[in-house]
């Protein structure tokens, strides 16, 4: 049986999708974001970004976004 595609994680923009992706890919976890880019467009685009692994790889690739949430919150 085929591993399938879930979402994990739903973000207000691509770029925020994107960079939970390269942190996953850290992680050796592959990932895809869904979601259109807008780049073309000459004004913003209100779009739903989502970011998506394989089903057998989803509670670890959740883990490691929630444990990098409170070091952003900080951050800032």
Same mark, same amino acid.
């Given at each position: 049986m085929a591993d399938k595609l879930i979402t994990i994680a739903e973000f207000p923009d691509y770029g925020e999708a994107d960079l939970a992706k390269q942190l996953l890919d850290d992680f050796g976890i592959k990932s895809v974001v869904m979601g259109e880019?807008?780049?073309?467009? +000459?004004? +913003?685009v209100p779009s739903l970004a989502k970011l998506q692994v394989f089903e057998s790889q989803a509670k670890q690739a959740q883990e490691i976004l929630e444990s990098q949430e409170p070091q952003e919150r900080q951050e800032q």
């Open positions: 880019k807008f780049s073309v467009l +000459p004004y +913003p």
